[in-house]
């Protein structure tokens, strides 16, 4: 399901934009080269919802064998992009253990190939529910403590 754009949202999140822009200028803060970024990727976006007939073209001219292979490619392709797009996020990061008292450098593989933390938790942002957040552990006592330390409230179900 995509979104439609009113002309009035539009010109509504072009000055809330603008207003922020000039605010981190006047402030000198460095987040301003990440706003200039965000604006090229919704330039980028605004582009392709434009073009999004000639994306969609194959879908109702191809028989449907092809269409299918078609999309099958594309969903590859996508999963790759996807794949790429974490490596490079999580180029250089350093990953500790989230225990309470213990900041362990988890970084890596172990020696059998396997990676160095044995507990993973995700959760989403409050804030923007479409980020993820992970918290990882080097041992259940990690684990275990970090779940005692916020009283159980991770949002999990008890399980």
Known sequence: MTMVWTEEM?????????ANKEKKKANGHAEYVSEV????????WESVQQEQDNWLK???ELPIDRAMRYLEDLRIIASKAGAIMNSRINEG??????????AKNLTGLSPNGLPKWIKKMD???????EIWHCLYFC???CANGYTR???GALGGDGK
């Open 10 to 18: 539009k010109k509504k999140m072009v000055e809330t934009r603008r």
């Open 37 to 44: 970024r965000r604006d090229a990727v919704m330039a980028r």
């Open 58 to 60: 194959p879908f109702y």
């Open 93 to 102: 990061k350093e990953v500790r253990c989230s225990g309470p008292h213990c």
């Open 123 to 129: 959760f989403h942002d409050k804030d923007h529910p």
């Open 139 to 141: 041992s259940e006592l």
């Open 149 to 151: 330390l916020h009283m």
